[in-house]
């Protein structure tokens, strides 16, 4: 059919599987962090705050993970794009222009993202890179 698309969307195996990686990583260096896995919407699909995680690093994660579905592209480049000037982005509600948001993109298509927080930002992106990481595996 012409006027009907063939989307590709995360399976429940495939959330749980980015947020174990991410977990891991995180564990691995000793970072305590909250991730969230979304769909391509920014609905939530999996939040996991580790133990001894700031309390509001779910917030973070969550609105990272939407930022980079919704942009379809890696927070830290919203948040580059600020550094440099372009301020006007600042008018989006609900955006988090932090890195540590990944999009995960399929054949060309934003079919979800991983948002972390709760470390550096360096780190939560490291984090959320390991997670979409594991989708390659």
Not at 71 to 76: L, V
Not at 83 to 105: K, S, Y
Not at 109 to 119: E, K, L, M, P, R
């Amino acid at each position: 059919m012409a006027n009907v698309t063939n989307t590709k969307a995360l399976t429940l195996e495939g959330v749980k599987a980015v947020g174990a990686a991410a977990e891991a990583e995180a564990a691995k260096n000793g970072w305590k962090v909250a991730i969230a896995v979304v769909d391509a919407g920014g609905y939530p699909l999996y939040l996991a705050r580790m133990d001894g995680a700031p309390v509001a690093s779910f917030k973070g994660a969550q609105a990272k993970a939407w930022t980079a579905a919704t942009f379809g592209r890696p927070t830290k480049m919203l948040d580059d794009g600020i550094a440099a000037g372009r301020t006007q982005m600042l008018a989006f509600p609900d955006m988090l222009p932090i890195e540590g948001g990944v999009p995960v993109v399929i054949d060309g298509q934003t079919i979800g993202a991983i948002g972390v927080g709760g470390a550096t930002a360096a780190q939560d992106g490291q984090i959320a890179q390991a997670g979409v990481a594991a989708l390659g595996r």
